[in-house]
């Protein structure tokens, strides 16, 4: 007797169950909340919480009582990871879900410190725990290394100085060749400041929760999501290529705060006016 399977190339789903929600689970909104962490500590999107609470924009404020789930039976996958392929990147991935998995959500549920990823790379893709992954690094640049494990768990990354050193000499290749490129995108002129993780009561983390302390020299700017979303990769006329992952109070309109590693590098930014292209 023959079996008819389906194969999708690259996804790897582990288990199915069903589970019927009795009720709908409420969040009350917490001072410094943004919509975006609510949703990644609740394994939800914020398109799926904006849904629920028949939402407009993003904002919400403190003592606002918010739907995570609907009142009704869904059927939810214990596990589901996806197999990095050759040419694969975090934006093209968010695409084959429909757009229902953002960047954002593949970086924070991946505890991804950029949107650099490699080749056999396993991805958890519905914020379960990722697996261990074992991946070659497949450039030019840098020799292939067999058999590294890295191992995750549900509050940290660890991994070797040998592994962090050989990512950044990839990332510096990649920067290197973009840079000789012209940006493609949607371009707007912003005013522009400068900020350090190390400032007096800075905890380090942004608002989508990636640790700049343990990442200082990370390409990162704040950003207003209602005009460049969180999540996108952009391209900042002379900072460079960057991920907008944080947002500030201050920060609204077409302004941006570009994080570097020092006080004094941020003092010779300065304030100026800067192009900034959305690429993704």
Known sequence: ???????????????????????????????????????????????????????????????????????????????????????????????????????????????????????????????????????ELETQSVEATENEEVHTSEESVAVTEEKVEEVEEVEEAKETVAQDSEPEGRTIAVESTAYTAHCAGCSGVTATGIDLRANPNMKLIAVDPNVIPLGSKVYVEGYGYAVAGDTGGAIRGNKIDVHVPTKDEAYQWGRRTVNVTIVD
């Open 1 to 135: 007797m023959k079996k008819l399977v389906t194969l999708i190339v690259g996804f790897i789903v582990i288990g199915v169950s069903a589970t019927t929600v009795s009720a709908a689970a409420d969040y009350e909104v917490k001072k410094g909340d943004s919509l975006w962490a609510i949703a990644r500590n609740n394994n939800t999107s914020v398109e799926v919480l904006m849904d629920i609470n028949d939402m407009h924009s993003t904002t919400i404020y403190p003592k606002q009582v918010l739907k995570i789930t609907k009142e009704e039976a869904v059927e939810t996958a214990e596990a589901a990871y996806y197999k990095v392929q050759p040419g694969d990147t975090l934006s093209e991935i968010s695409k084959k879900y429909g757009g229902n998995v953002t960047v954002s959500n593949l970086m924070a549920w991946n505890n991804l410190a950029s949107d650099f990823i490699v080749v056999g790379q396993q991805l958890t893709v519905n914020g379960a725990t990722p697996v261990e992954n074992t991946a």
